[in-house]
């Protein structure tokens, strides 16, 4: 079941965050309860899929900073298009909000990025510490979407 995420779902979301074998955090501590909280009530919003009243994966956008903050699976639910279909839930909210390009950054030579790319999305260059940098506009959602 796909549904917009809660406050009350963020301990479930760190434990998908922290169950992903790509994209690891390198320390935990770094994405903390209230840094969710902010993303999901006051930043942007979020969305989440459930089996059994189990979250197996969430999306997040900023529209503050016009940035895809996270997109996760559980790693024993990937390739069932758990990924894509919070993908497109969390894109169409975001372009209904704005059409300012939004951007994300994911480690090279992952599945996330060739995932990205596959999408549409353009490389801009490097951001974090030398994550590959990508942005998508309106006009490419609408045509890619």
């Known amino acids: 079941m796909y549904r917009e995420a809660k406050i009350e779902d963020i ?3 760190q434990i998908v965050r922290n169950s ?10 770094l994405v903390s309860d209230k840094d969710c909280e902010e993303l999901l009530t006051v930043r942007g919003k ?23 903050w996270a997109l996760f699976v559980k790693p024993e639910f990937e390739k069932k298009g758990i990924g894509k279909e919070l993908y497109t839930l969390m894109m169409d909210w975001y372009f209904d909000q704005t059409k ?14 060739k995932f990205y790319e596959t999408l549409g999305w353009i490389k801009t260059g490097t951001v974090n510490k030398g994550e590959t940098k990508f942005e998508m506009s309106y006009k490419s959602w609408i045509q890619n979407g």
């Open 11 to 13: 301990k479930q979301i």
């Open 20 to 29: 992903v074998k790509e994209n690891t955090l390198s320390n935990p501590a």
């Open 46 to 68: 979020g969305w989440v899929y459930e089996v059994d009243n189990i979250i197996v994966g969430f999306s997040i956008v900023d529209l503050k900073e016009n940035n895809i």
């Open 100 to 113: 300012t390009p939004v951007w994300l950054g994911t480690a090279p030579n992952t599945r996330a990025e």
